[in-house]
């Protein structure tokens, strides 16, 4: 593997799976293989789990990982090609990602959407200018448009649940959109339908409030419906998050409390396992009664994320 971006980078994710849930078993079966190689993980935007985790991965496999919050202590950077930087930003891409190639050895990247201009994002202007001028593997903490890592965590979750139920032979999954107070990135919801599809292991339901359609070239393949109830009948797994409207882009038309999830409605599942990518707004996008409850993995979900990173490390690392 030579960069992380999307599920295109990834030739064979079952192998991916099997070796996160190897690591899980055995965090240090590889610790020799990232040794004296250095990681540098930058943050254009805020995080916790992505932060800690891919850090982490990286010491279990004996790299040295270096962070650098750039939206509060580097140079602004410009992206645009053949701008006139008379204004805010001090530094081109152009100049920067091929330094920090000749620092690292990988370089990790985590950037947010302006929800702004959908064009724009949709583009990835931002990581595929540090995949074209940094000259060593690259791999994405979250884009404009995607969370690979998010969804790798996603798909080894729920194969790690389906390990203690073998009666469910092809699980059925939900993707809910869910209220919040602002408009957020169709990132995760982008992506967990790009790698649920390309699984291919199961029945896929997206439900959301009309007019939240997602980008289709994510969705084809999803059966999607605008009645949350109906989706929900005998779900294995829910997964919640909000995301803003794509079609006008980057609105947020309603926040309808109707579409939290409730315990409720989660006897209409099959026991479902209720999952999110966190950080989550309690009891705006899931109550207290549902996240704090039995059929909530979240803790689960958000600790996965090392042996997702570790996976995705160790694979840019053996090739
Ligand atoms: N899920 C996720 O990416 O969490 P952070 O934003 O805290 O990294």
């Excluded at 409730?262 to 209409?268: D, V």
């Excluded at 396992?273 to 803790?299: A, F, W, Y």
Aim: aromatic share 10%; glycine share 4%; with cysteine.
């Amino acid at each position: 593997m030579k960069n992380f971006i999307s599920i295109a980078d990834v030739t064979n994710l079952d192998h991916l799976i099997q070796q996160a849930l190897r690591y899980k078993k055995n965090p240090f079966e590889d610790k020799l293989l990232g040794q004296g190689k250095k990681i540098g993980l930058l943050f254009l935007n805020p995080s916790l789990r992505t932060r800690f985790s891919t850090q982490v991965a990286a010491l279990n496999l004996g790299l040295e990982p270096l962070v650098f919050n750039v939206d509060k202590e580097g140079w602004a950077l410009e992206f645009e090609e053949d701008a006139i930087m008379s204004g805010n930003s001090v530094e081109h891409i152009k100049d920067a990602a091929p330094v920090l190639g000749k620092y690292f050895d990988i370089l990790c990247i985590r950037t947010f959407p302006s929800l702004k201009n959908r064009e724009d994002d949709y583009s990835e202007l931002y990581i595929s200018q540090f995949v074209k001028y940094a000259g060593i593997p690259v791999v994405s903490l979250e884009s404009a448009t995607l969370h690979p890592l998010q969804s790798l965590t996603d798909i080894l979750t729920i194969t790690e649940c389906l390990h203690s139920t073998p009666e469910i032979k092809k699980p059925k999954i939900v993707l809910t959109w869910a209220p919040h107070v602002k408009p957020l990135p169709q990132c995760v919801a982008n992506s967990f339908a790009q790698w649920i599809n390309a699984w291919g292991k199961a029945e896929f339901v997206i439900t959301h409030p009309e007019d939240y359609d997602l980008d289709q070239r994510f969705t084809k393949g999803a059966h999607i419906l605008h009645n949350q109830d109906a989706a929900l009948k005998n779900a294995d797994f829910v997964y919640v998050k909000n995301w803003s409207t794509y079609q006008d882009y980057g609105k947020m038309y309603t926040n309808d409390p109707e579409w939290m999830l409730s315990n409720e409605q989660l006897k209409l599942t099959n026991n479902a396992k209720v999952m999110h990518c966190l950080p989550v707004r309690r009891n705006v996008e899931l109550s207290d009664e549902v996240l704090d409850g039995p059929q909530s993995i979240v803790t689960t979900q958000a600790g996965n994320r090392v042996w997702a990173a570790q996976s995705v490390l160790s694979e840019i690392l053996k090739s």
